[in-house]
């Protein structure tokens, strides 16, 4: 019986297919349906999508997790694993892998590990129990949590033994009540997926635990400003970040979106004395963005890290001022890269969420995406399992972080903050010349050569007249 | 400050210094320990060992953190040392150290 009723569906499928395809040749290719499949390749499927998601919605559309686009080519990047020139790390030995964030700070922040949780606010992004979650895999790991540009949450507080806080925009964590709760803080002036443009959380997507935590009053969105209530100068920036480090002691830092303005964004922070320095690269995730801002503003990780390490470099400033590199960051490779290049620490956002998530993804699939399980506005949040989701993110941390120390032992290093550019190639001599990595084509002794007998294929845009003012108008 | 409460406080240091000195050895035979009970309990196919595993793994880490921090700490108590008596005081082994 099964096997007659088997016969029919082959029997009808074929004939459905021969009936299409036959058509798709025969049909007019204005009349074809076959026309979707180019215009989705000239288009993009996810442009195509887009445009009808803005047809229909008529405003910016709130595209989750951030840009498809990955422009940091980490790919081409690679570590240098060494036999005899130098010996490899006895496997015997444990790879250190703490970071101090803040090393200057009265109270500077240890963290066991180089992978912190990304800012991901209560509310804005995430439901309550997504982010206890997330704070008790911390705390297991010995790492810090991030509240995100929200208020003080009390069972975050609780459950985060390290948890850095974000002086955010909406005004919402800026009193000493809060900040002085904190472990660190971080002055949120933008992120790699929103810039630092305003966002707005309208009231019928805010709860009360919502409002209690963001000091809301029923029927009031929750908004974020383009900038910093107070700070509308350079000095107001400096004279915040002096008066926090004084009134809490502990490392005081600033998160902006990378951008082609980096160094002169740089040169404030470190004027205003900043303990650390957070860049979020263009890749960077968030719960809602428009994609615009998503994937075509800002500067990708990569070079974002490696211009800010080239930067304190020069300025003497690379042990005393930390650099924390994020956006993007899914793989343990791209993160010790990112370290390589400069980054003390790292945070993750969308690999936490996923890890976090992990097993659990049956509860929301097929019928709601997986996000469905941690997002505030989500309709599963309730089937998460919290201890069963912190368990799935201690597990990814520690497989993460044993995959680091793998490559820090082949390349015979004890710890992982010891792994430098020196330890990498890259695949690319354009690459190879804007990072100061050697290029993995020619042997490190004629790298000085390779460069000098191409020096036409290198000239910089100022050699052939594209200045400023160029791009101003 | 009289010399009682000077030598006080040079007491107090040195004991902190000692007592850190203490707690960053346990603290690296504990990581030790717990790194290999990461690799004992991974010779077993059995889901509930492996993420006891990983939680030792991650205890060894931490417990490598407490280390790194007491030395870190031993330091500056040296040096606080140092600047209230301008000398090298139990710093230059005028205290048994403990290893």
New interface residues.
């Given amino acids: 019986m099964i096997k007659l009723i088997e016969n029919m569906i082959r029997s009808a499928i074929d004939k459905s297919v021969d009936k299409m395809i036959t058509t798709a040749i025969r049909d007019q290719y204005t009349e074809n349906l076959f026309e979707m499949i180019p215009t989705a390749g000239k288009i993009g499927m996810v442009n195509l999508m887009e445009i009808a998601m803005r047809g229909n919605h008529g405003t910016p559309i709130s595209r989750p997790l951030g840009s498809p686009i990955r422009l940091s080519p980490w790919e081409k990047i690679l570590f240098n694993p060494v036999h005899l020139f130098r010996f490899p790390t006895q496997e015997t030995m ?1 790879i ?3 970071v ?1 964030i803040g090393p200057r700070a009265k109270k500077p922040m ?4 180089p992978i912190m949780i990304a800012a991901m606010s209560f509310g804005g992004a995430l439901s309550k129990s997504a982010k206890i979650a997330l704070a008790k895999a911390a705390t ?3 790492t810090a949590t991030n509240t995100g540009e929200a208020g003080l949450m009390k069972e975050e507080r609780e459950e985060a033994q390290l948890l850095i806080g974000q002086y955010n925009r909406g005004g919402w964590m800026n009193t000493p009540d809060k900040y002085k709760q904190l472990d660190a803080i971080e002055i949120q002036l933008g992120q790699g997926a929103q810039g630092s443009c305003h966002q707005r959380t309208s009231s019928k997507n805010i709860g009360e635990d919502y409002r209690e935590v963001y000091g809301l009053q029923e029927g009031e969105a929750a908004i974020i400003h383009s900038r910093l209530p107070g700070v509308h100068t350079k000095d107001d920036f400096i004279q915040l970040v002096r008066r926090l480090r004084d009134e809490t002691g502990v490392p005081v830092g600033l998160k902006i979106a990378a951008t082609h303005h980096l160094e002169k964004e740089l040169q404030i922070a470190v004027e205003s004395g900043v303990d650390f320095i957070t860049l979020d690269g263009t890749e960077g995730g968030t719960h809602g963005g428009s994609p615009t801002l998503q994937d075509d503003v800002g500067l990708p990780t990569l070079f974002a890290i490696s211009r800010a390490n080239q930067f304190l470099t020069q300025k003497g400033l690379v042990q005393g001022t930390s650099l924390i590199a994020t956006g993007g960051l899914a793989t343990p490779g791209q993160m010790l890269k990112a370290m390589a290049l400069g980054a003390d620490s790292v945070y993750i956002g969308t690999a936490a969420i996923m890890a976090l998530v992990g097993e659990q993804v049956v509860r929301a699939v097929p019928f709601e995406p997986p996000t469905s399980l941690v997002v505030y506005t989500g309709k599963r949040t309730s089937q998460l399992d919290v201890d069963q989701a912190a ?1 799935s993110l ?2 990814f ?2 497989a993460s ?2 995959e680091m120390e793998q490559v820090a032992e082949t390349l015979g290093r004890a710890t992982l903050s010891d792994i430098t550019k020196a330890d990498l190639c890259v695949m690319d001599p354009f690459l190879a010349k804007a990072t100061g990595i050697q290029l993995g084509y020619v042997a490190p002794e004629e790298q000085s050569q390779f460069f000098d007998e191409t020096k036409p294929f290198f000239l910089s845009p100022d050699h052939v007249g594209y200045d400023e003012s160029t791009i101003h108008h | 400050m009289d010399t009682s409460q000077s030598q006080d406080l040079q007491d107090t240091l040195s004991y902190l210094h000692n007592e850190i000195n203490r707690i960053e050895a346990i603290a690296e035979t504990l ?2 320990r717990a ?1 290999d009970h990461y690799h004992q309990l991974t010779n077993y196919d059995d889901k509930g060992l492996t ?1 006891m595993a ?2 030792e ?2 205890a ?3 417990l ?2 407490i280390q ?2 007491c030395i ?1 700490m031993a330091g500056k108590l040296g040096q606080l040392n140092e600047d209230g008596h301008g000398d090298k005081g139990w710093e230059s082994g005028q205290v048994d150290q403990t290893h």
């Fill in positions: 444990g250190d892998t703490s101090t240890t963290i066991s590990i297991a790991v010995g368990m201690i597990r941390l520690n972080l044993m | 990581s030790t790194r993420d990983v939680e793994q991650h060894a880490r931490q490598a953190t790194k921090m870190t």
